[in-house]
């Protein structure tokens, strides 16, 4: 089975009534982070501010996703796992650093929803800076959930060791009212090659070919960067990460492909879709432009069905645990009627 067919089927939405659980996405841009908990059987609700964005996740996914922005006065449904991106404010190590006191951050926003709905397990994702640059600020994100009774684990994950082809690194944040563990590594690696197969060096009349006045600023980046190697899509590796800056916008380090002529074209929508592993039946709406952000900006679906599935198996076992102390409870109590008639 090819890669993408294999993200095909098991990226698909389903509920698992068994587990009957409820995922609160914030900040949930285009659905990445929710399909993949979709795909292990979780109902999500979504909320998010662009409405290019909430179109296409409610164009894929079961769950429904409220185009609105939110404010720490924002109310929601009940839910028992509360996951999502808040945008965190870059703040510098000489600016005012206000935390949690600063309004236009989103992590106020997230421990708010917390507060109110008390889930079961909770995870956010940030970029790698929060783990250095901002670890200040990621320490008072944690202290403020321990301080609600959760026991917290993080580290700084890459995609690629969970079956996305492409290097991309995260701040993954994990929480519940009892220890947990973060998602082990899988032992297979995808290149980009795998992720689009004969896609690469397809093409349509309309495809965006660089011109030679932009060969010559990318040469010029190139120089400037110090780039040993040309930041064209190498088949026979993962990808270097999306954004949406090399996505959408015409810079020096755009995603690429360079054709068996020596041509070189922008990659397309689909193909940037297939190397975050998006499946091909998943439709965005909106501009181009529009459509390269929410991809740039989302959570690679097949690293978030690893993060599910690792919170899927955590409250298994919590309720395989609940199961055998009813068990031993019950056993207990018989064998002390036993005692009790024997006397």
């Not at 929710?34 to 296409?56: C, P, R, W």
């Not at 650093?97 to 951050?105: C, E, F, I, P, V």
């Not at 093409?203 to 040309?230: G, T």
């Not at 916008?249 to 074209?265: A, C, E, F, I, N």
Request: aromatic share 10%; glycine share 8%.
């Amino acid at each position: 089975m090819e890669y993408w067919e294999e993200i095909n089927e098991r990226l698909r939405p389903w509920v698992d009534t068994d587990l009957n659980k409820t995922v609160l996405d914030l900040f949930a841009g285009c659905g990445g982070l929710s399909l993949g908990f979709e795909a292990n059987g979780f109902k999500t609700i979504g909320y998010e501010m662009d409405v290019n964005a909430a179109n296409t996740y409610n164009k894929n996914l079961l769950g429904n996703c409220f185009a609105e922005k939110l404010t720490t006065d924002s109310h929601y449904p009940k839910a028992d796992i509360i996951i999502g991106g808040p945008p965190c404010q870059p703040f510098s190590v000489g600016g005012k650093q206000l935390g949690l006191k600063d309004s236009r951050d989103g992590f106020p926003i997230f421990l708010e929803a917390v507060k109110s709905l008390d889930p079961e397990v909770l995870l956010f994702e940030n970029v790698r800076g929060m783990l250095y640059k901002n670890k200040w600020y990621l320490r008072e994100v944690i202290e403020e959930l321990e301080g609600l009774g959760y026991f917290i684990n993080y580290s700084l994950l890459n995609a690629l060791d969970y079956e996305v082809p492409q290097n991309r690194e995260r701040v993954i944040v994990i929480g519940s009212k009892r220890k947990i563990n973060l998602p082990r590594k899988v032992n297979r690696k995808i290149t980009a090659g795998q992720a689009l197969g004969a896609m690469a060096y397809q093409f349509q009349d309309d495809s965006k070919f660089l011109n030679e006045s932009m060969d010559r600023y990318v040469a010029n980046y190139e120089k400037a960067s110090k780039c040993v190697n040309p930041r064209d899509l190498y088949l026979d590796r993962p990808a270097r990460t999306l954004t949406c800056r090399n996505l959408a916008g015409s810079t020096g380090d755009m995603h690429r492909v360079k054709l068996h002529d020596g041509r070189r074209r922008r990659i397309t929508v689909r193909e940037a879709a297939r190397l975050q592993s998006f499946p091909d039946w998943f439709e965005f709406t909106g501009s181009e432009t529009n459509q390269y952000n929410q991809i740039g900006n989302a959570v690679a679906p097949y690293f978030a069905y690893h993060l599910a599935l690792n919170i899927k198996n955590h409250l298994l076992e919590k309720q395989e645990s609940r199961h055998h102390t009813s068990e031993n409870e019950q056993l207990n109590l018989f064998g002390s009627e036993a005692i009790y008639q024997s006397r």
